[in-house]
């Protein structure tokens, strides 16, 4: 067999699958295999199926809503936590470039202050 064609084209495959089969559910049955089918995480019936019948592993991809929302929630946290630091850095960089050192060090007292006064 030629496994070129002529006039253009993607290569045919070696061992194509032109063989098909027909399997009837019924709507208790169906809702059993769309359940299966979406937490496999496969994107393909027809793949999933072969997978079932010939044996391969069973992959069940688990998706919790709550650890989403924590991490979602926490990376905010961080981000945040790190402005906040950033901003610091800034404030001081400023303050001991635009004033005497006696007075940039009054003015870092009170920014210390208000800092432990935030985090309480």
Do not use: W
Request: charged share 30%.
């Amino acid at each position: 067999m030629n496994n070129k064609r002529s006039n253009g084209g993607r290569n045919r495959k070696l061992d194509p699958a032109t063989n098909r089969y027909s399997v009837n559910f019924s709507n208790e049955e169906d809702m059993r295999f769309l359940k299966m089918f979406d937490r496999s995480g496969m994107t393909s019936k027809s793949a999933f199926i072969k997978a079932r019948i010939f044996g391969e592993p069973f992959h069940v991809v688990a998706f919790d809503k709550s650890l989403h929302e924590y991490y979602t929630k926490l990376s905010d946290f961080h981000a945040q936590f790190r402005m906040v630091g950033n901003n610091y850095n800034q404030t001081l960089k400023e303050l001991k470039s635009h004033f005497s050192e006696r007075r940039t060090m009054a003015l870092v007292c009170k920014l210390e202050k208000y800092m432990m006064q935030l985090s309480r």
